[in-house]
């Protein structure tokens, strides 16, 4: 059988099994590799995360245009997906192990993607007690922890709101 896990894989029509996360490239939803678009409002800290069918630039420019004010600057990496969107982007080049720059000179980087980085982090921390989501339920996880990123503080009018929508048991 293909892809088991013992037995020696010296043919190459049978290639060893690999985790998804291992795999290069970008995945699709099909390829069981369900890639997700994030977008962190700087000042804010509002997070806007979608599960794609697929990982292109067709699929991401109407997310950025939807999700960020036409006057927003995109600090992106160096992918070339995102060449074409009508925003203002800056990039950083981790192909020239590029990881922050001050553009201004006033000492502090402005121009990086760290932030959302350490989202994906979380994000990972989030799902790591599920141990493994299926694709389909795979957005309402990401809702959640959009959710709860985004809610900064419990209030009184959060609790009220929660009560008024309890669903009764049955």
Known sequence: MRGEKDGCHTHPDDPPRRRGNRRRGHGTYASDRPPFWGMVERASGQVRLRVCQRGDSATLHPLVLRFSAAEATLYTDEWNGYNGILRHRVTVHHEHNEWARDD??????????????????????????????????????IAIFEFSTNIKAITQSFIAQLVRIQVPCT
């Open 104 to 141: 201004d000179g006033d000492g502090f980087c402005e121009v990086h993607v760290n932030t959302l980085e350490g989202l994906w982090a979380s994000v990972r921390t989030f799902l790591r007690p599920f141990r493994g989501v299926h694709k389909r339920f795979l957005h309402a996880y």
